[in-house]
């Protein structure tokens, strides 16, 4: 199938399906702890997180991607010792 073939919506849901199986199993391989837990992935890479496992030491796009999720870490950890609601 070329990249400039009509396919209806079906066939594309279908086909969206299976990447997502094949990119979970490949990347994570089928277990769901390791979408949000840090896996040291040895070699030249090094603690990896996320479906397609980015390279924290090695990819430069990976640090501020968790930026957000510290700062939302660090607003509840301060929320909770404020005895605030």
Known sequence: MSASEYIDKQ??????????TTAYATEDGSKPSNLNEFNWAGGSSTYTFGLYQFD???NPLA????EPAART???VQADAGSGDP
């Open 11 to 20: 066939t594309f849901i279908d086909q969206l399906k299976e990447y997502r």
């Open 56 to 58: 924290v030491g090695n």
């Open 63 to 66: 640090s501020p991607a968790l």
């Open 73 to 75: 870490r660090d607003n």
